[in-house]
């Protein structure tokens, strides 16, 4: 948006522009998603030009210690299916169920008296996040989809990038009857300080990105902060864990992206497992390149076979009572050894930052335990942590992952961008009051029987 335009105007727009796009057909919206996706794959040269120059300029940040390889990597758009992942989950979002308009409660109070719980937009969000440039795409397609105005900021990281993004989602739009100011992108921190005071006119705001910036986000506004502030994901390897399963799981869940929040950070090892299943898991996580932090019992295991593993000098050490507590965000993994589930679930809840965690177990007992005992927004068997997400789960793409516990958990797609409303409707000739109701001559019961729809039948 240009210098000269405030954040409360640009607020206001985008709280008018959800208004007057409520009344407008479903249809508009997935339009609009065909004509952002033409753009986009019409702009792609520019807009992978604008990406190398980000890169170029995040490596010069990277050289000189100020921002992490970690987030680096998230910036690149042209990394391996990254943009065509980008495109598909458009496409996908598109093709979903409309999530508004949703009857999930009916009843009829009394002759020609009807209630409906019906599903509609949240209103108009504000989503600020670091680094990720395809965060602008998938917000867009959500927000759009779902029927939400929407608000966006990325990092300064990204900004020729989403600069680009941005455009070609404005000239989507402009080819359709939604309003011009349906989707915003800002470029200033101090515009996104200004809007995060305009409780008035922005209902919900979502980042997406460190620790640091989430907690800052939550402590700075009096709007709802729907996100996650780590991504602190366990693998636990129970006392009946398959050798082949442990091994694959584990080594996919840290090396698959290692900077992604959904990325498995800590490694539990059932004490059974020592010299037998982890001794395995360990040299495989090795072969791949992997840093192990680990305490007495699982260091000494590896310490103590016939033949040390290749890299056990350089990539084994001792962790740290804070090895736990850390999101390495690298190929580095943080191992404890535990003597129970109990001790496992119990440590899960007190280290993890509630995402995602996995069991590795051929125990229906265990995995219902685990499942049930640990309080996260995930809870896997035999699955590894990098399945945590929107597209991954069939919603087509997320406007990030939630570890609240209420409204929306886990991968937000679009049923967590969605609320409801009540309507009511009397068919009675004289109308209703809530004055004929009650205890006494002349007072009627209500009904409430269920009416069997999904829809509002006006």
């Given at each position: 948006?240009?210098?000269?335009?405030?954040?409360?105007?640009?607020?206001?727009?985008?709280?008018?522009?959800?208004?007057?796009?409520?009344?407008?057909?479903?249809?508009?919206?997935?339009?609009?998603?065909?004509?952002?996706?033409?753009?986009?794959?019409?702009?792609?040269?520019?807009?992978?030009?604008?990406?190398?120059?980000?890169?170029?300029?995040?490596?010069?940040?990277?050289?000189?210690?100020?921002?992490?390889?970690?987030?680096?990597?998230?910036?690149?758009?042209?990394?391996?299916?990254?943009?065509?992942?980008?495109?598909?989950?458009?496409?996908?979002?598109?093709?979903?169920?409309?999530?508004?308009?949703?009857?999930?409660?009916?009843?009829?109070?009394?002759?020609?008296?009807?209630?409906?719980?019906?599903?509609?937009?949240?209103?108009?969000?504000?989503?600020?996040?670091?680094?990720?440039?395809?965060?602008?795409?998938?917000?867009?397609?959500?927000?759009?989809?779902s029927g939400n105005a929407a608000i966006l900021k990325g990092g300064k990281e990204s900004n020729h990038?989403?600069?680009?993004?941005?455009?070609?989602?404005?000239?989507?739009?402009?080819?359709?009857?939604?309003?011009?100011?349906?989707?915003?992108?800002?470029?200033?921190?101090?515009?996104?300080?200004?809007?995060?005071?305009?409780?008035?006119?922005?209902?919900?705001?979502?980042?997406?990105?460190?620790?640091?910036?989430?907690?800052?986000?939550?402590?700075?506004?009096?709007?709802?902060?729907?996100?996650?502030?780590?991504?602190?994901?366990?693998?636990?390897?129970?006392?009946?864990?398959?050798?082949?399963?442990?091994?694959?799981?584990?080594?996919?869940?840290?090396?698959?992206?290692?900077?992604?929040?959904?990325?498995?950070?800590?490694?539990?090892?059932?004490?059974?497992?020592?010299?037998?299943?982890?001794?395995?898991?360990?040299?495989?996580?090795?072969?791949?390149?992997?840093?192990?932090?680990?305490?007495?019992?699982?260091?000494?295991?590896?310490?103590?076979?016939?033949?040390?593993?290749?890299?056990?000098?350089?990539?084994?050490?001792?962790?740290?009572?804070?090895?736990?507590?850390?999101?390495?965000?690298?190929?580095?993994?943080?191992?404890?050894?535990?003597?129970?589930?109990?001790?496992?679930?119990?440590?899960?809840?007190?280290?993890?930052?509630?995402?995602?965690?996995?069991?590795?177990?051929?125990?229906?007992?265990?995995?219902?335990?685990?499942?049930?005992?640990?309080?996260?927004?995930?809870?896997?068997?035999?699955?590894?942590?990098?399945?945590?997400?929107?597209?991954?789960?069939?919603?087509?793409?997320?406007?990030?992952?939630?570890?609240?516990?209420?409204?929306?958990?886990?991968?937000?797609?679009?049923?967590?961008?969605?609320i409801y409303k009540y309507i009511m409707r009397s068919k009675a000739e004289k109308g209703h009051i809530v004055g004929e109701f009650g205890?006494?001559?002349?007072?009627?019961?209500?009904?409430?029987?269920?009416?069997?729809?999904?829809?509002?039948?006006?």
């Amino acid at each position: 948006m240009g210098s000269d335009i405030t954040a409360e105007e640009i607020a206001k727009a985008a709280k008018v522009a959800f208004e007057e796009s409520q009344l407008l057909p479903a249809a508009v919206r997935i339009d609009a998603l065909a004509k952002i996706r033409q753009q986009l794959e019409a702009n792609k040269a520019d807009i992978l030009a604008a990406n190398k120059q980000d890169m170029e300029a995040a490596q010069v940040e990277v050289d000189a210690g100020r921002i992490s390889n970690a987030m680096m990597k998230r910036l690149d758009l042209g990394k391996g299916d990254k943009w065509d992942s980008m495109l598909k989950g458009v496409q996908d979002v598109a093709d979903l169920p409309d999530p508004t308009g949703v009857v999930s409660y009916a009843s009829q109070l009394d002759d020609d008296l009807e209630l409906y719980r019906v599903s509609c937009p949240i209103g108009v969000l504000l989503v600020i996040f670091e680094a990720r440039p395809e965060v602008v795409v998938n917000i867009a397609a959500l927000a759009i989809k779902s029927g939400n105005a929407a608000i966006l900021k990325g990092g300064k990281e990204s900004n020729h990038t989403t600069r680009l993004l941005a455009k070609a989602i404005s000239q989507g739009l402009a080819q359709t009857s939604l309003p011009s100011t349906y989707i915003q992108a800002i470029q200033t921190r101090a515009e996104v300080s200004a809007l995060l005071d305009l409780d008035r006119y922005i209902d919900l705001v979502i980042p997406r990105g460190g620790n640091s910036l989430v907690k800052a986000i939550q402590n700075s506004t009096r709007i709802p902060v729907m996100g996650h502030a780590d991504g602190l994901c366990h693998v636990y390897l129970d006392e009946s864990a398959d050798r082949q399963k442990a091994v694959r799981v584990v080594v996919d869940s840290k090396t698959d992206y290692p900077s992604a929040c959904n990325a498995a950070e800590t490694l539990i090892v059932h004490t059974s497992l020592l010299n037998t299943v982890w001794r395995d898991v360990a040299q495989a996580l090795l072969a791949a390149d992997v840093h192990l932090l680990c305490d007495s019992h699982t260091l000494t295991a590896l310490a103590s076979l016939p033949i040390i593993p290749e890299r056990f000098s350089s990539h084994v050490h001792f962790s740290t009572e804070s090895s736990y507590s850390i999101e390495h965000l690298d190929l580095t993994i943080s191992v404890i050894a535990l003597p129970s589930l109990h001790s496992a679930i119990q440590f899960i809840n007190s280290h993890s930052s509630h995402h995602t965690d996995s069991i590795i177990t051929e125990c229906e007992h265990a995995a219902s335990a685990f499942c049930r005992g640990v309080d996260s927004a995930g809870t896997f068997v035999n699955a590894s942590t990098r399945f945590a997400d929107g597209f991954r789960y069939g919603f087509g793409t997320e406007v990030g992952i939630s570890t609240g516990r209420i409204h929306a958990r886990g991968p937000v797609g679009l049923e967590g961008l969605v609320i409801y409303k009540y309507i009511m409707r009397s068919k009675a000739e004289k109308g209703h009051i809530v004055g004929e109701f009650g205890v006494g001559e002349g007072k009627k019961n209500f009904k409430h029987a269920a009416i069997a729809t999904t829809s509002v039948p006006f």
